[in-house]
């Protein structure tokens, strides 16, 4: 990460000691840290002070903006995270939900306290943000021979990262922000609006969920709807289905 060829990619050629040679791939990206690299399939996803890059995208475009998986979040990417601690940035690939996640830190913090996720199942890929503290992530198989995904938090505990039969964080309820990156279809410079906005939940009790919302500069709203589940689902086989609420 120091030096001459600091955020620059070389592909290694040669079969031997005697006839390896370096051969400069791009110029002006690269990745932060080796922790932050990513294997996917037939291709290398890494993360630097631009964005999440994908190498079979930087081989055929270099460093144009545009070939960034992370370019509709630019604007959050280079104002919302401390650049210079990339360095300290782990990745990890979920394949059986199809997302990779890379472990940041938001800006003035000392650790990384927040998770940059990469939805791969939809294409063009979504991005998502998790407020969870995490100094590292890795995913192993389970005695079910299931992979896993697992984070080591700062305070010495290792936790699942994708249970499914619990919905808390250590016993604590979540407590998640969700932003909208700035919608950069159509003309730039044109404001953009929102017909309505849905989320889509699956009830494990009959709870209460609060909802507080910003749209720009006004100020916030809060609204508490019921987590209670719908009665009026149908079965397949001998799975519940349908019974979602739609916020």
Known sequence: ???????????IQGKSEATFSRLLLARGVGASSHKSIIPIKNDLLFIDPMGIHSLKMTDAYGDFEEAYLSEPIA???????????????????????RYAIWLVTGKDKVQN?????LDYSFNPPWLF?????????????KSNGQRGLYLGRYDGFVVEADRRDDRSDL??????????????FGELLKDKSFGSLGQVV?????????????????????????QNPDPSGFVLGTSKLGTGRLV
């Open 1 to 11: 990460v120091k030096g001459p060829h600091k955020l620059s990619i070389h592909r």
């Open 75 to 97: 604007s959050y990417f280079r104002d919302k995270l401390e650049l210079n601690r990339l360095e300290d940035c782990y990745g990890g690939n979920y394949g059986a939900g």
């Open 113 to 117: 306290n927040m998770v940059i996720g």
């Open 129 to 141: 943000r998790w407020p969870i503290a995490a100094a590292s992530v890795a995913s192993r198989t």
């Open 171 to 184: 016993g604590s309820a979540f407590s998640a922000i969700v932003e909208t990156p700035y919608i950069h």
């Open 202 to 226: 699956t009830p494990t009790g009959n709870h209460n969920i609060t909802l507080d919302y910003i749209v720009g500069e006004d100020a916030s709203v809060s609204t508490t709807v019921s």
